[in-house]
Structure formats: structure tokens, C-alpha cells
């Protein structure tokens, strides 16, 4: 599904940064955007920065669940900064997934905006996940012997296996 996203800009709260980018909303089965102004509200100006496909994948139902299970079900713009600080962020992509969504924040480069999942988008997700989900039973690893046919540890077996200082002479 093709998924516009809104980002609002602010003017910024110190002296050392004019103003301040935030997702704030998104548009399912948006056209094709690039920054085109849809509100002003004073200082605030909302753009529809651009529009990306929201690929679900079978792989990754756990995390749409997390999402969608939230207190507000969320989706996640990936935003990446270019060269200069007051530079525009460019659109990378739209995630339903909780654990992809994590992932981008590892890199460093990615900013990761959550955005409250509009009902709509909400529901082909969740059918998604009834159609797909699968549980995974857990199965707990059973320990192995870490030599096969090694002897147990047990006692010292003979005297040289006995640490002995270098200064120390033999008995």
C-alpha cells in the first residue's frame, strides 16, 4: 500500500537550530508527493514530504502485533538527514513493525518518528496479521556435553596438571 507521509515544521526552540521537523501524520493509498504544502498554522507548516510503500511481509507478524497492540497502534516514518543541519529530511520508508522500526535506530543515521496508525491502515494490518500470524512455541535448548567421549571434570588426574609458580623448584 502506497502511504503518504505529513511532516510539520517548526520553528526551533534554541538559537542554534531555526527550526524543527516532526511526522505528524500519513495518507493510505496516497498519490505520489514531494513536498508539497497542505496547512499552514502560523509558524507550523505541514508537508506532504513524500510518498513510500508499506510492504508487510509473513516474517514479521510478532511485530505488527507489538503495533498494533500499543496503546495507540503506531507506524514509523524513517527519515535520514542530508548534509546540513537545516537541510529538509528525506523519506527512506513506512514500517508497521515494531522491531523494524528498532532496527533503524541502531544505524545511528535514521530518525525513526512514530505516527498514530490511522483506523483504516489499522485494520488491513491486523487482517494481515489473523491471515498470516503464526505462534511459535517456545522449545527450551538442552545443554550438551561440550566434548563428546571427554571424561567428566572431576579431581586433579596427575601433579603436572597442578599450576606451579616459575620461582618454585620441584620436590
Avoid: C
Avoid at 15 to 35: K, Q
Avoid at 119 to 130: I, P, T
Amino acid at each position: 500500500m502506497q502511504i503518504g507521509v505529513v511532516l510539520r515544521r517548526t520553528p526551533g526552540a534554541t538559537r542554534w537550530a531555526s527550526h524543527a521537523w516532526r511526522a505528524v501524520a500519513v495518507l493510505p493509498g496516497a498519490p505520489p508527493g514531494g513536498w508539497k504544502e497542505i496547512a499552514r498554522n502560523g509558524d507550523a507548516i505541514d508537508y506532504h514530504a513524500g510518498t513510500v510503500p508499506l510492504v508487510l511481509h509473513r516474517a514479521e507478524t510478532e511485530g505488527y502485533l507489538v503495533a498494533l497492540n500499543a496503546k495507540v497502534p503506531t507506524v514509523w516514518a524513517i527519515l535520514r538527514r542530508e548534509a546540513g543541519g537545516e537541510a529538509r529530511p528525506s523519506l527512506v520508508a513506512v514500517t508497521a513493525s515494531a522491531h523494524a522500526a528498532q532496527d533503524h535506530t541502531d544505524n545511528g543515521e535514521d530518525i525513526v518518528e512514530p505516527i498514530e496508525m490511522p483506523e483504516g491502515l489499522a485494520g488491513w494490518v491486523a487482517e494481515f496479521v489473523h491471515r498470516h500470524h503464526r505462534d511459535e512455541v517456545f522449545v527450551k535448548r538442552k545443554r550438551k556435553p561440550h566434548m563428546d567421549g571427554a571424561p567428566e571434570p572431576g579431581p586433579i588426574a596427575a601433579p603436572s596438571d597442578v599450576y606451579r609458580a616459575p620461582g618454585e623448584r620441584k620436590r
